[in-house]
Nanobody, 124 residues
Framework: QVQLVESGGGSVQAGGSLRLSCAASGATSSSNWMAWFRQAPGKEREGVASISPSGRATYYADSVKGRFTISQDNAKNTVYLQMDSLNPEDTAMYYC?????????????????WGQGTQVTVSS
């Protein structure tokens, strides 16, 4: 059974940075696509970034391209999301996801294992 535990969320001012972490167990980042999704109040959950098992391929939503960076440490089975130049539109609950039972698609990969989420709030 896949377990994903996110950490690193918080409150920052516009222009600031945060680094989210996702510790995975039961599924390794070296054999599964991993991703970050986010969901703002009243909105659908949307894909933010994904990374291939090898780490050589990454994909980003247009809204975060150039500001967010996804990475992984396979030795620690941990995926990261470095978020820079944050703006209030980035405020949302951020979820780590692993490729698995199909729930939501992002860049051609279906993700279905979810963490509990970590809140990111950006104030203007």
């Amino acid at each position: 059974q896949v377990q994903l535990v996110e950490s690193g969320g918080g409150s920052v001012q516009a222009g600031g940075s945060l680094r989210l972490s996702c510790a995975a167990s039961g599924a390794t980042s070296s054999s599964n696509w991993m991703a970050w999704f986010r969901q703002a109040p009243g909105k659908e959950r949307e894909g933010v970034a994904s990374i291939s098992p090898s780490g050589r391929a990454t994909y980003y939503a247009d809204s975060v391209k150039g500001r967010f960076t996804i990475s992984q440490d396979n030795a620690k089975n941990t995926v990261y999301l470095q978020m820079d130049s944050l703006n209030p539109e980035d405020t949302a609950m951020y979820y780590c996801a692993a490729q698995g039972p199909c729930d939501r698609w992002f860049w051609g990969v279906c993700f279905g294992s979810w963490g509990q989420g970590t809140q990111v709030t950006v104030s203007s």
